[in-house]
T-cell receptor
Framework: DTAVSQTPKYLVTQMGNDKSIKCEQN?????MYWYKQDSKKFLKIMFS???????INETVPNRFSPKSPDKAHLNLHINSLELGDSAVYFC???????????FGQGTRLTVV | GNSVTQMEGPVTLSEEAFLTINCTYT??????LFWYVQYPGEGLQLLLK?????DKGSNKGFEATYRKETTSFHLEKGSVQVSDSAVYFC??????????FGAGTTVTVRA
C-alpha cells in the first residue's frame, strides 16, 4: 500500500509542451505539498495546500498551476515547458505544521 | 524566516567508521526537527525526528539530539555500512505549513 503515489515516474517532453503530474495520498492527511529537487539535490518548496486551500506559493512562475480536487489529491500542471523546468518533482503530505511529511517517489521531468 | 544549514559534502567513509553530519537551524517559533534519507533513484524517507528540546531521535543506528541552546540537530552513527550510502537531509517544520530543508549531504561508504 503506497502512502503517497505520484505518476508518472519519468516524463520526457519537448519545450513548449504542457504536462501534468498527479499525486494521491491515502494517509488521511490535510496538508499536501509540491517540492522541486534540482540537479544538486537541493529541495525547494513550490506549493503547500491545507484542506484544499492554497497556503504557500513560493514565487513559482504562473506556468505552474496546482489543483486540489479533494484532500487526497494534489496535481501539478505545467504550461509551456522550458529547459530549466527539468528536475525531479516530489509530492508530499503531512498532518500539518510541526509534523513530518511523507514523500512520493518523485517524477523526473526532462525537457528537451 | 526559517532556515537549515548542514555540513557540506560529499563525505566518503570506510565501512564501520563513525559518521557525523552537522546541522544547525534558525527558526522563529518552536519547530520540530527531522533527518530524511534519499537512496539513489528514490524519494525521501523519514529517518528520525525530534519534536522538542532535548529529545533524541533514533532509528537504524542513527541518532540526533535536539539542542535548543546551540540550535543544532547533528546526525551520528557509530558504525556505518555500505548500505548507508545516500543523501541525508536535515529539515525543520514550524507552524508555517512547509518543511525547510538543508542542502543535503552525500555520504559514500566504501567496503
Amino acid at each position: 500500500d503506497t502512502a503517497v503515489s505520484q505518476t508518472p515516474k519519468y516524463l520526457v517532453t519537448q519545450m513548449g509542451n504542457d504536462k501534468s503530474i498527479k499525486c494521491e495520498q491515502n494517509l488521511g492527511h490535510d496538508t499536501m505539498y509540491w517540492y522541486k529537487q534540482d540537479s544538486k539535490k537541493f529541495l525547494k518548496i513550490m506549493f503547500s495546500y491545507n484542506n484544499k486551500e492554497l497556503i504557500i506559493n513560493e514565487t513559482v512562475p504562473n506556468r505552474f498551476s496546482p489543483k486540489s480536487p479533494d484532500k487526497a489529491h494534489l496535481n501539478l500542471h505545467i504550461n509551456s515547458l522550458e529547459l530549466g523546468d527539468s528536475a525531479v518533482y516530489f509530492c508530499a503530505s503531512s498532518r500539518g505544521g510541526n509534523t513530518e511529511a511523507f514523500f512520493g517517489q518523485g517524477t523526473r521531468l526532462t525537457v528537451v | 524566516g526559517n532556515s537549515v544549514t548542514q555540513m557540506e559534502g560529499p563525505v566518503t567513509l570506510s565501512e564501520e567508521a563513525f559518521l557525523t553530519i552537522n546541522c544547525t537551524y534558525t527558526a522563529t517559533g518552536y519547530p520540530s526537527l527531522f533527518w530524511y534519507v534519499q537512496y539513489p533513484g528514490e524519494g525521501l524517507q523519514l529517518l528520525l525526528k525530534a519534536t522538542k528540546a532535548d529529545d533524541k531521535g533514533s532509528n537504524k543506528g542513527f541518532e540526533a539530539t535536539y539542542r535548543k541552546e546551540t540550535t543544532s540537530f547533528h546526525l551520528e552513527k557509530g558504525s556505518v555500512q555500505v548500505s548507508d550510502s545516500a543523501v541525508y537531509f536535515c529539515a525543520l517544520s514550524d507552524s508555517d505549513y512547509k518543511l525547510s530543508f538543508g542542502a543535503g549531504t552525500t555520504v559514500t561508504v566504501r567496503a
